[in-house]
């Protein structure tokens, strides 16, 4: 958690060394220049935090040369109930995704519950989308009364995978975990990663939620 404050007060630092390279400046030109030199360095890093930078307009149509990668958290994909306003939220998602016409679609917050009143969200993907390949990297399992949760990251692919795995952050009890998977396009492997970044949890009373209770 150091370095995860440290990042969230990056800007902050930025700023407050633009503020010492005026004064140091004025005191003295050599420590002015040495620091203005120290603050371009924390440039790029800014045009990323803010998103500064030309952007290109989004194209729909794909060359033969584009690997389209949708990266969605899903948070637990809605619609998977068995009723009518359930089948419309579905044939939303259907119809945005066909839209982006994504090659692969990478998913954190992803969720399959079995149990006799709602849908799989992996058989919609896979069985109805035509996401033939699919790698799962639960983080969470358990069986309740009412039905079989497993939530966690997802990859779903059009392209065959090479290799697949996961790797646990570690450290608590319910862990998130980078998920992975190796792709052949245009003649060279690509690797795709799905991850959902462990939370530093620092609104909660012991740093870690419980996900047993949450699911309770």
Known sequence: WPMGLLAIG??????????????????QKRLGIILFMLWLLGLPMMANVVGLGSQRAWQQQKTPATLRIMQWNCMELAGNLKD???????????????????????????????????????????????????????FFEVD???????EGSA???????LATGNLPFGG?????????????????????????FLS??????????????YHQ
Do not use: C
């Not at 990859?155 to 995978?161: A, D, N, Q």
């Open 10 to 27: 990056f800007p902050f630092t930025w700023l407050a060394m633009a503020v010492a390279t005026f004064f140091g400046w004025l005191l």
């Open 84 to 138: 009518d306003s359930s089948a419309e939220v579905r044939q939303q998602i259907a119809q945005f995704i066909t839209r982006l016409n994504p090659d692969i679609i990478i998913l954190q917050d992803f969720q399959e519950i079995q149990n006799p009143w709602q849908l799989s969200n992996t058989s919609f993907l896979r069985d109805t989308m035509h996401y033939n390949h699919v790698v799962l990297a639960p």
């Open 144 to 150: 309740r009364s009412w039905g079989h949760i497993t």
């Open 155 to 161: 990859i779903f692919s059009r392209l065959p995978f």
């Open 172 to 196: 608590r009890p319910y862990s998130e975990k980078i998920l992975w998977a190796d792709v052949q396009w245009q003649q060279k492997p690509i690797r795709i990663i799905s991850s959902h």
């Open 200 to 213: 530093m949890n620092l609104n909660t009373p012991k740093g870690s939620p419980s996900i047993i209770d």
